[in-house]
């Protein structure tokens, strides 16, 4: 998370769970019966390779009607069009979430808009949704290391 990489959405709980334990207890270097620290920091470095991605920040040129389309994947929906303005709706409770400007499903989305509707839908980055996951196609972040964020960064400092 520091150098902007995640764990890719193909790693499992128990996956990230073993690597955790064998990383504590030595045994994730042990290589012919030899556990040293550069095997150890060699064999990570060579998990992490394949198993994380970097987060991609930057926001794309998309129109309205494609915001829409993306929108809907995450249970949200534009409506109620009036005098160039939109509602951003949450689909299960129909609850306004931002009202943006627009003023045609052809016409190019704003990167200010794009940022505003991402945080206020919490589909940013913090919250587990990078760009490629956003405009592509992907599974958001464990909720899990969403929520405990703060606390893992923290932890990662000790």
């Not at 994730?28 to 998990?47: G, I, P």
């Not at 200010?112 to 592509?136: I, M, N, W």
Request: contains cysteine; positive net charge; proline residues 1%.
């Amino acid at each position: 998370d520091k150098n902007s990489f995640r764990v890719t959405s193909l790693v499992t709980q128990d996956e990230l769970y073993k690597l955790m334990i064998d990383i504590a207890s030595h045994k994730f270097s042990q290589k012919d019966n030899c556990a040293d620290a550069d095997n150890e920091v060699e064999r990570l470095y060579t998990w992490l390779k394949r198993n994380t991605e970097k987060i991609e920040k930057s926001e794309r040129p998309i129109t309205y009607r494609y915001l829409g389309k993306i929108l809907k994947k995450f249970g949200f929906e534009l409506k109620d069009r009036y005098k160039g303005y939109t509602g951003v709706y949450r689909m299960k409770d129909s609850v306004r979430i931002a009202h943006i400007p627009c003023s045609g499903d052809g016409v190019q989305v704003g990167r200010e808009v794009l940022r505003t509707v991402r945080e206020e839908c919490k589909l940013t980055e913090a919250h587990g949704c990078d760009s490629r996951l956003f405009y592509e196609e992907g599974e958001v972040i464990n909720f899990f290391i969403n929520k405990y964020r703060k606390t893992l960064d923290k932890l990662s400092k000790v």
